[in-house]
């Protein structure tokens, strides 16, 4: 983790020549309930660019800071929690908007005020039956992966 002064470019902001503290966040201080690039990376576990790639890519809700720092909120931690797990199932970027919006629309609704809950619950449904599939792939896949490992440990020394 970088602990010198980072160029505001750098941290994912405008490139404005201007530095910040130790940690990438800005000298002028967070509202409260937000977290720059680099607290979302950290606590989803994943690098800067990563995150700021969903975000050009239109998959996060980030907000602008006066000084042009992306921020965060916790939907935008929710839903970068909801890519990571989505990505090593082989989700595509048009299929992870999806997801979010349909995860976004049943979450947002209730039974009473939704005439689409039904078609969305049927969607969800479909959705949970996809992830397994995709699971018992990736089951099918680490298994092939065990086996590769028990065939090697007899050639190691």
């Given at each position: 983790?970088?602990?010198?002064?980072?160029?505001?470019?750098?941290?994912?902001?405008?490139?404005?020549?201007?530095?910040?503290?130790?940690g990438?966040?800005?000298?002028?201080?967070?509202?409260?309930?937000l977290?720059?690039?680099?607290?979302?990376?950290?606590?989803?576990?994943?690098?800067?660019?990563?995150?700021?790639?969903?975000?050009?890519?239109?998959?996060?809700?980030?907000?602008?800071?006066?000084?042009?720092y992306?921020?965060?909120?916790?939907?935008?931690?929710a839903?970068?929690l909801t890519i990571?797990?989505?990505?090593?199932?082989?989700?595509?970027?048009?299929?992870?908007?999806?997801?979010?919006?349909?995860?976004?629309?049943?979450?947002?609704?209730?039974?009473?005020?939704?005439?689409?809950?039904?078609?969305?619950?049927?969607?969800?449904?479909?959705?949970?039956?996809?992830?397994?599939?995709?699971?018992?792939?990736?089951?099918?896949?680490?298994?092939?992966?065990?086996?590769?490992?028990?065939?090697l440990?007899?050639?190691?020394?």
């Amino acid at each position: 983790m970088s602990t010198p002064s980072t160029s505001h470019a750098a941290s994912g902001g405008a490139d404005t020549g201007a530095t910040t503290p130790a940690g990438g966040i800005p000298a002028t201080g967070l509202p409260p309930g937000l977290m720059t690039v680099g607290e979302m990376a950290e606590r989803v576990a994943l690098s800067h660019r990563t995150v700021r790639y969903y975000d050009d890519e239109g998959l996060l809700p980030a907000r602008r800071s006066p000084g042009n720092y992306r921020l965060y909120g916790e939907d935008a931690l929710a839903k970068m929690l909801t890519i990571r797990r989505l990505k090593p199932l082989g989700f595509t970027l048009d299929e992870m908007r999806e997801v979010l919006a349909l995860l976004d629309a049943v979450s947002s609704s209730t039974a009473g005020d939704d005439p689409d809950r039904a078609e969305r619950l049927e969607r969800l449904v479909e959705l949970e039956a996809d992830v397994r599939r995709r699971r018992d792939k990736l089951v099918e896949q680490l298994a092939g992966a065990d086996e590769l490992l028990a065939s090697l440990r007899p050639l190691l020394p």
